[in-house]
């Protein structure tokens, strides 16, 4: 973990001291609360910690072992209170390499003034590292960034970051966090990031100076094929979050970046994962068995630090973000009919919708399962039966069968992934183009098909469907190991294969610090 520690005249400044659970203590040894500057300078390269005094209280902060650290510094004394102040440091050691660009470094206090920012970069103490600093096997593409900051009441805040300092990315902070610990997500391996905090208080917002990050690796657990973007001004950029039912790889959940790289990745240890989805919340990815005869629910932190299996479950096929963390998934461990069942991260589960007076009995078998926000309500994929809208309260809210004119047979009879929108749905029919051809279709509300898309391909699995924001649809041909991003006008705007495995449920988002779009649309 890096440590940076700045000091801000004006402010009382107290040390935020963020340490791992895997990091030891180091011995300290106290530093002078006076010294030359030729004494900061060389305590500063030599000392693995520092004690300051300010405003009668005493503050440690632990240095880096492995660490050093050269810097021009200057102390001074105001209303009784000691500040150490070091410009143009540098670092360099062990974990994550990072330099401070300390140009922002400005001494001024205009927290009068409303509407102003303020650079603050030395009231701020940050530390940082990677998920891999903290354990080995975990993606390098994750930081991890603990900051304070001196005598500010925090009233919001985000993390800015990207390849340079015009950034692009930013994290949300949760005030509510151990010091303010945030993830930076959707970073590419090998590559050499900026970051800096903003802090709103009383209409001023305060900036930190810039860090860098270096990211490690590519991962080896799974791999894609092809990527490639047809269409460059009709693509909609973003993340997917993938994972692989059957084949090589197929224990890993992954997250690809707009240009196709791999920025997360999660081996959970399962034989097929069918969908990996993120909570709504953000906090953690759940993952589901492709299997038909059902499997434990698996979730892990977006850090991948903190993974739980939930081995009293027997979820199947699908699951979906509801609220916060609060997921729903498709139980096929009862008698009868498949359920879904709500979950959180404790394990509590609550059934509440039971398809066997709903479906036929014996040839019951659910397979697609997503929430709209705007409807408050499921909508559940029977393989050969229906589609099914179902209030969140258990009632029926319609079926797609009695809208269309010859029922599920309009499209072939067999049917997985679908998509809710404002004013008409999206299913994806497996054989909705013949025997062997998927065809991914869209009615209104009335039954009236009004799209579809036609590639050749074909899956007798999964499949799935969604329609993103500026109005491309997203198509996943599951076994044919395909998934397409196509314009209104059915041009093909991106393709990648996934190496000959077969693909599970895909899913797009713009970004992931928030729900995902299909919540809402």
């Known amino acids: 973990?890096?440590?940076?520690?700045?000091?801000?005249?004006?402010?009382?400044?107290?040390?935020?001291?963020?340490?791992?659970?895997?990091?030891?203590?180091?011995?300290?040894?106290?530093?002078?609360?006076?010294?030359?500057?030729?004494?900061?300078?060389?305590?500063?390269?030599?000392?693995?910690?520092?004690?300051?005094?300010?405003?009668?209280?005493?503050?440690?902060?632990?240095?880096?072992?492995?660490?050093?650290?050269?810097?021009?510094?200057?102390?001074?004394?105001?209303?009784?209170?000691?500040?150490?102040?070091?410009?143009?440091?540098?670092?360099?050691?062990?974990?994550?390499?990072?330099?401070?660009?300390?140009?922002?470094?400005?001494?001024?206090?205009?927290?009068?003034?409303?509407?102003?920012?303020?650079?603050?970069?030395?009231?701020?103490?940050?530390?940082y590292e990677l998920a891999s600093d903290v354990e080995p096997s975990a993606p390098g593409t994750i930081g991890i960034v603990t900051w304070s900051i001196a005598d500010i009441a925090v009233e919001s805040a985000t993390i800015e970051f990207g390849l340079d300092t015009s950034y692009g990315m930013t994290a949300p902070v949760d005030l509510e966090a151990t010091n303010f610990r945030t993830?930076?997500?959707?970073?590419?391996?090998?590559?050499?990031?900026?970051?800096?905090?903003?802090?709103?208080?009383?209409?001023?917002?305060?900036?930190?100076?810039?860090?860098?990050?270096?990211?490690?690796?590519?991962?080896?657990?799974?791999?894609?094929?092809?990527?490639?973007?047809?269409?460059?001004?009709?693509?909609?950029?973003?993340?997917?979050?993938?994972?692989?039912?059957?084949?090589?790889?197929?224990?890993?959940?992954?997250?690809?970046?707009?240009?196709?790289?791999?920025?997360?990745?999660?081996?959970?240890?399962?034989?097929?994962?069918?969908?990996?989805?993120?909570?709504?919340?953000?906090?953690?990815?759940?993952?589901?068995?492709?299997?038909?005869?059902?499997?434990?629910?698996?979730?892990?932190?977006?850090?991948?630090?903190?993974?739980?299996?939930?081995?009293?479950?027997?979820?199947?096929?699908d699951l979906t973000p509801v609220s916060g963390a609060t997921m729903a998934y498709l139980e096929y461990g009862e008698s009868d009919c498949d359920s879904i069942f709500e979950i959180d991260p404790s394990g509590t589960t609550t059934e509440v919708f039971e398809s066997d007076d709903v479906l036929s009995g014996g040839m019951c078998h659910a397979n697609a399962l997503r929430y709209s926000r705007t409807e408050d309500a499921y909508v559940m994929t029977d393989v050969s039966q229906d589609v099914l809208v179902i209030n969140r309260d258990g009632s029926i809210e319609w079926r797609l069968s009695e809208l269309l004119p010859g029922g599920m047979q309009t499209h072939g009879g067999r049917q997985h992934g679908q998509h809710l929108l404002d004013e008409s749905i999206l299913v994806f029919a497996n054989a909705g183009a013949g025997q062997n051809a998927s065809t991914a279709v869209e009615y209104d509300l009335t039954g009236a098909e009004i799209w579809n898309y036609d590639s050749g391909f074909f899956t007798a699995n999964l499949g799935d469907v969604q329609r993103l924001p500026g109005g491309n649809t997203l198509v996943t041909y599951s076994n044919d190991s395909v998934v397409h991003q196509v314009d209104s006008d059915k041009n093909l705007v991106l393709e990648f294969d996934g190496q000959g495995s077969n693909i599970g449920y895909v899913l797009w988002t713009p970004s992931l610090y928030e729900p995902t779009p299909d919540l809402d649309l």
């Open 1 to 127: 973990m890096k440590t940076f520690l700045g000091s801000f005249p004006s402010l009382a400044f107290a040390v935020c001291v963020a340490c791992s659970s895997n990091e030891g203590s180091n011995d300290s040894a106290s530093a002078a609360d006076s010294q030359s500057a030729a004494d900061a300078s060389t305590t500063a390269a030599a000392t693995d910690s520092a004690t300051t005094s300010a405003m009668g209280t005493t503050t440690t902060t632990w240095g880096i072992t492995g660490t050093t650290a050269t810097s021009a510094a200057t102390s001074s004394t105001a209303a009784g209170t000691t500040t150490n102040t070091a410009s143009g440091a540098s670092t360099s050691g062990g974990g994550a390499a990072a330099t401070i660009d300390s140009t922002a470094n400005t001494s001024s206090d205009d927290s009068s003034t409303t509407g102003t920012t303020v650079p603050s970069g030395e009231a701020f103490s940050v530390d």
């Open 183 to 317: 993830l930076l997500l959707g970073m590419k391996p090998a590559s050499s990031y900026h970051f800096r905090i903003s802090v709103v208080s009383g209409g001023t917002t305060y900036v930190s100076d810039d860090y860098t990050i270096e990211t490690g690796p590519a991962t080896d657990a799974v791999a894609i094929g092809d990527f490639t973007v047809h269409l460059p001004d009709a693509y909609e950029r973003g993340f997917m979050i993938v994972s692989y039912w059957q084949g090589q790889d197929s224990s890993v959940a992954f997250i690809l970046d707009a240009d196709g790289e791999i920025v997360w990745w999660y081996d959970a240890g399962s034989d097929g994962i069918a969908r990996a989805r993120m909570s709504a919340d953000g906090k953690d990815m759940w993952m589901i068995s492709p299997n038909n005869q059902g499997g434990p629910l698996r979730r892990v932190s977006m850090d991948t630090l903190d993974a739980e299996t939930y081995s009293e479950t027997v979820g199947s096929h």
